[in-house]
């Protein structure tokens, strides 16, 4: 039912290095929580040390002014899209990539390639400094062309081997269009390869979505196709963080993609804390990072999982926060309210991802535990839940699939049941939500099928999020 994918929320501080716990543990405490609760049980946070403003333009007067008082350079260098001239930590991952794809300099076929790594452990980020330095290099360009897929976005046989013939396409005329048959945009792709001459290196970032979405059909049509070509020769970088996903690949697939293997290790905090002193020494002024920032950041990402891309995402996100305070410091206290607002986000988009009853299911939850402003019996779940199928049109689900559905929104933290006794009327389950519920109800509300229930929402319901309540313990 639910996908075994989803992201949970919670953290496997068991296998989290020993010096990641400590650094946590060593931070300056959590700040004094100023949340309050209002009306509809949602909670916001009291106003911050902001200046009176009264118009709009005040408002962008005083954040451009305290942005400034913290960036130097581009904020853009703490987002994923921006490619530093460094890889701390990396050098020797770059180096054996560098090495296994070196021959293709001197016009000779290199192995492919198999990179696999956790999320985050910078394995795109070295895949395309290794391009960048072999395209700077003038021996690359008569030999060598680049081909880079995201699978996750190109994912069926089609749109890849298209995709593939179009990047190479030097003209116009030559590009192959949507709507011929599979065949013929294998041979189109073929005759452009060969049209290009030298050695093709595709690089299939995500591959394993490619095979989840696809098969290995074309991996096997791909792996083969040097036996086809006459001047060309294709080589084959795959990039996984699904470590088993060569499992589901027939065995000749398998052989011929792991050719050469790299495997890419979680950072650790130390390690994380190198990678965001590069960058915060770029984006941000002097003096303005806080002793025990970088620390808490790289100790809260290694925790999960060693995750670069976690780690600046919380130094971007706290900045973020920083700003909003109009401080002109990054402090420890922004970073755990940048943590707070990113785990939201996990929650957010896990609620999108859920199958559509579970999602009507969540969507009474939410409903009666807003009218009540508190817990929700079970019973009422059911009714809502019953309610709102019948004005969407479907047939509601059985007790028991609800049931299910109820626990797996409890194990995904989404929702809290607790056993209460009714006097004489027994004992039943109180559903209290782990969710703001101003920001999940308009998620849910995407999904076509919710559409109907969407309601025209107040400025001030919009303004009830979540954002700046690092505690997240009550109702929202
Ligand atoms: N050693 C490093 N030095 C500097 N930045 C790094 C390093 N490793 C990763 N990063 C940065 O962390 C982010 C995530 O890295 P990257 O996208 O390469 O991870 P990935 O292993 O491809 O993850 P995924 O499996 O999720 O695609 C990027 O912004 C990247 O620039
Ligand atoms: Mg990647």
Avoid at 25 to 51: D, K
Avoid at 141 to 163: E, G, M, R
Avoid at 263 to 276: G, R, S, V
Wanted: proline residues 6%.
């Amino acid at each position: 039912m639910i996908p075994p994918s989803f992201p949970t929320r919670k953290l496997d501080a068991a296998v989290a290095p020993v010096s990641a716990r400590e650094a946590i543990q060593e931070s300056p405490a959590a700040p004094v929580e100023r949340a309050t609760t209002v009306p509809g049980g949602a909670r916001t946070t009291a106003p911050s040390t902001t200046p009176s403003s009264n118009t709009a333009a005040d408002v962008f007067d005083s954040v451009m002014r305290y942005a400034t008082e913290l960036y130097r350079g581009n904020r853009e260098i703490l987002r994923e899209s921006y490619l530093p001239s460094r890889l701390p930590h990396r050098e020797h991952q770059i180096r054996q990539v560098a090495e296994i794809l070196a021959p293709a300099l001197k016009g000779d076929q290199p192995s492919n390639l198999l990179i696999y790594g956790k999320i985050g452990t910078g394995k795109t980020a070295v895949v395309a400094q290794v391009r960048a330095d072999m395209q700077r290099r003038p021996d690359c360009t008569a030999h060598v062309t680049f081909v880079t897929v995201n699978c996750a976005n190109i994912d069926t046989p089609y749109s890849l081997l298209q995709t593939i013939g179009n990047t190479l396409a030097e003209k116009e005329s030559d590009r192959i269009p949507t709507g011929w048959s599979l065949d013929r945009v294998q041979a189109a792709m073929r005759e452009l390869m060969d049209a290009r001459e030298g050695i093709q290196l595709l690089i299939l970032d995500e591959i394993d979505r490619l095979v989840a979405k696809s098969g290995d059909g074309v991996l096997y049509t791909l792996s083969q196709i040097n036996g086809e070509l006459k001047t060309a020769r294709l080589v084959l970088v795959g990039i996984s963080n699904d470590l088993k996903f060569t499992n589901q690949l027939d065995a000749r697939v398998r052989s011929r993609l792991n050719e050469e293997k790299i495997l890419f290790p979680p950072y650790d905090a130390p390690q994380l804390q190198d990678i965001l002193k590069d960058r915060a020494r770029e984006v941000f002024k002097e003096g303005v990072v806080d002793a025990g920032v970088i620390e808490r950041c790289a100790a809260y990402a290694a925790l999960e999982n060693g995750d670069a891309r976690r780690a600046l995402a919380l130094l971007r996100v706290a900045a973020e926060v920083a700003e909003r305070d109009r401080s002109k410091r990054i402090t420890a206290d922004h970073v755990v309210r940048a943590k707070s607002r990113l785990e939201q986000d996990i929650i957010i988009d896990c609620c999108r991802t859920l199958p559509s009853h579970c999602k009507v299911l969540l969507y009474a939850i939410l409903q009666s535990y807003e009218r009540r402003r508190g817990g929700v019996l079970t019973g009422e779940v059911y009714e809502g839940y019953a309610k709102l199928s019948q004005r969407l049109g479907l047939s509601p689900l059985h007790a028991r699939s609800i049931s299910n559905y109820l626990s797996e929104l409890e194990t995904l933290g989404l929702i809290r049941a607790t056993i209460v006794s009714r006097g004489r009327g027994g004992r039943t389950r109180e559903i209290v939500v782990d969710v703001p519920i101003s920001e999940t109800m308009p998620a849910l509300e995407e999904d076509p099928l919710l559409a109907p229930l969407a309601r025209p929402r107040t400025l001030s319901q919009t303004l009830l999020t979540n954002f700046d309540n690092p505690g997240r313990t009550g109702p929202y």
